[in-house]
């Protein structure tokens, strides 16, 4: 079974910085790609940044400047770092991650999302 926990949400002041963490436990052999998506009332959910096992980022236009994913193998760690935000930055955000799972002689790819954290932001 793997898990997904989010941390680092809050409430901030327009302009301010938070930094989420999202910790990845498990049988997992390894990750594959790595994502935020955040879902504010009302809407659905959308991505904001993914980031794969190559190193290649994808961000949605609304956060482009602002903010940067990363990740750390060895820790099996996402991160989102979120500057200059804005009060339309309000959300739940999930962390998505795509894992080689396994257990005894098989494996295979798995899809896992996180709980969520909330994010406010203040104007």
């Known amino acids: 079974q793997v898990q997904l926990v989010e941390s680092g949400g809050g409430l901030v002041q327009a302009g301010g910085s938070l930094r989420l963490s999202c910790a990845a436990s498990g049988s997992i052999f390894s990750i594959n790609n790595m994502g935020w998506y955040r879902q504010a009332p009302g809407k659905q959910r959308e991505l904001v940044a993914t980031?794969?096992?190559?190193?290649?980022?994808n961000y949605a236009d609304f956060v482009k400047g602002r903010f940067t994913i990363s990740r750390d193998n060895a820790k099996k760690m996402a991160y989102l770092q979120m500057n200059s935000l804005k009060p339309e930055d309000t959300a739940v955000y999930y962390c998505?991650?795509?894992?080689?799972?396994?257990?005894?002689?098989?494996?295979?790819?798995?899809?896992?999302w996180g709980q969520g954290t909330q994010v406010t932001v203040s104007s």
């Open positions: 980031l794969t096992s190559g190193g290649s980022t």
């Open positions: 998505n991650m795509g894992v080689i799972v396994y257990s005894g002689s098989w494996s295979r790819r798995e899809d896992y």
